[in-house]
């Protein structure tokens, strides 16, 4: 029991303090290759560090909805953080709690709650921010939860440790059709997710930002709130690519050497942000209602990647 009270914290703690390395390190090899010397891969952590040093400011009168949803938004990815294998391909302790489509659901309610709180803040700004997230995702949950429909049809379950062991046990599965299909739909929701496909821009004066604007009317320790919980969606969206879907391989759940995990899942982590950089950099920036198509295109990955498990089965 005390083994695994350590794995399911090493998880937890893993995924609270490392989602922001990734970023950090994503953002110093982008700026490289644009020929910049770029932020110190820290920079995340020294960003959180100075927003919780900061007051909270709030414009109008804002109802509870806008001072709490970071807060619940940030427990639901930490909650989610408990469940998938995004550091251990083993069950831990909250494992028994949910399953893909559990983590489907949860992310949605992520979302959900982020954009109620950021309709009650009454800024025009912010609510066309909301607004657009709530058009696109239309097709990226539809997508998401697709894909996972369609694993546990393969597998005979959507517990997302099975699958991993599946993929390891059959390696030739990873070359089949049905498996390529359903990368490609998961990796382009992860692109879109994180806010990493050609199409929409950072900053808070870009008319195109999507995620962003979410954050426009918060400041303080709810703007840090918010940015760790982006983090952290970042993280436990594209560990479930490396670990369920493209890299099952290489991590370790014997007590201490799980440890390990810790190099291997920054070398994994390091292959999907060259990936990443190499499509974000080599494509140019699309127009913003190219987001639907772009996302209708994924959504066809992930029903052909259905037909194709029920044809083949």
């Given at each position: 029991?005390?083994?695994?009270?350590?794995?399911?914290?090493?998880?937890?703690?893993?995924?609270?303090?490392?989602?922001?390395?990734?970023?950090?390190?994503?953002?110093?090899?982008?700026?490289?290759?644009?020929?910049?010397?770029?932020?110190?891969?820290?920079?995340?952590?020294?960003?959180?560090?100075?927003?919780?040093?900061?007051?909270?400011?709030?414009?109008?009168?804002?109802?509870?909805?806008?001072?709490?949803?970071?807060?619940?938004?940030?427990?639901?990815?930490?909650?989610?953080?408990?469940?998938?294998?995004?550091?251990?391909?083993?069950?831990?302790?909250?494992?028994?709690?949910?399953?893909?489509?559990?983590?489907?659901?949860?992310?949605?309610?992520?979302?959900?709650?982020?954009?109620?709180?950021?309709?009650?803040?009454?800024?025009?700004?912010?609510?066309?921010?909301?607004?657009?997230?709530?058009?696109?995702?239309?097709?990226?949950?539809?997508?998401?939860?697709?894909?996972?429909?369609?694993?546990?049809?393969?597998?005979?379950?959507?517990?997302?440790?099975?699958?991993?062991?599946?993929?390891?046990?059959?390696?030739?599965?990873?070359?089949?059709?049905?498996?390529?299909?359903?990368?490609?739909?998961?990796?382009?929701?992860?692109?879109?997710?994180?806010?990493k496909i050609?199409?929409?821009?950072e900053?808070n004066?870009?008319?195109?930002?999507?995620?962003?604007?979410?954050?426009?009317?918060y400041?303080?320790?709810?703007?840090?709130?918010?940015k760790?919980?982006?983090?952290?969606?970042?993280?436990?969206?594209?560990?479930?690519?490396?670990n369920?879907?493209?890299?099952?391989?290489?991590?370790?759940?014997?007590?201490?050497?799980?440890?390990?995990?810790?190099i291997?899942?920054?070398?994994?982590?390091?292959?999907?942000?060259?990936?990443?950089?190499?499509?974000?950099?080599s494509?140019?920036?699309?127009?913003?209602?190219?987001?639907?198509?772009?996302?209708?295109?994924?959504?066809?990955?992930?029903?052909?990647?259905?037909?194709?498990?029920?044809?083949?089965?």
């Open positions: 029991m005390l083994t695994l009270i350590v794995e399911t914290l090493s998880q937890y703690l893993f995924v609270l303090f490392a989602s922001p390395l990734f970023i950090g390190i994503y953002e110093k090899l982008k700026a490289n290759i644009e020929s910049r010397r770029g932020p110190s891969i820290f920079q995340p952590y020294y960003d959180l560090f100075k927003l919780f040093k900061k007051e909270t400011v709030v414009t109008g009168d804002p109802s509870k909805i806008f001072l709490y949803a970071p807060y619940f938004a940030f427990g639901i990815y930490s909650l989610i953080a408990l469940i998938i294998p995004v550091f251990m391909s083993e069950p831990i302790i909250f494992t028994a709690s949910g399953d893909f489509f559990t983590g489907a659901i949860l992310f949605s309610l992520a979302a959900f709650v982020k954009i109620i709180g950021t309709m009650d803040s009454k800024s025009n700004f912010s609510s066309m921010g909301a607004s657009r997230l709530m058009s696109f995702n239309f097709f990226s949950e539809a997508a998401l939860i697709t894909v996972f429909f369609a694993v546990a049809l393969i597998t005979g379950t959507d517990n997302p440790y099975i699958t991993n062991h599946y993929l390891i046990d059959h390696p030739l599965s990873n070359l089949s059709l049905v498996h390529i299909f359903a990368v490609f739909a998961f990796f382009m929701v992860f692109l879109y997710e994180s806010g050609p199409t929409q821009s900053g004066q870009e008319m195109g930002m999507i995620d962003s604007g979410i954050d426009y009317e400041s303080g320790k709810l703007l840090g709130i918010n760790w919980s982006s983090y952290m969606k970042t993280y436990l969206l594209g560990s479930v690519l490396l369920v879907f493209l890299i099952p391989w290489g991590i370790i759940n014997t007590f201490p050497y799980f440890f390990l995990n810790i291997t899942m920054i070398l994994k982590w390091l292959l999907l942000i060259i990936i990443v950089l190499v499509i974000d950099t494509l140019a920036k699309l127009r913003l209602f190219k987001v639907i198509d772009y996302l209708a295109v994924a959504f066809i990955f992930s029903i052909l990647f259905l037909i194709l498990t029920e044809v083949i089965s």
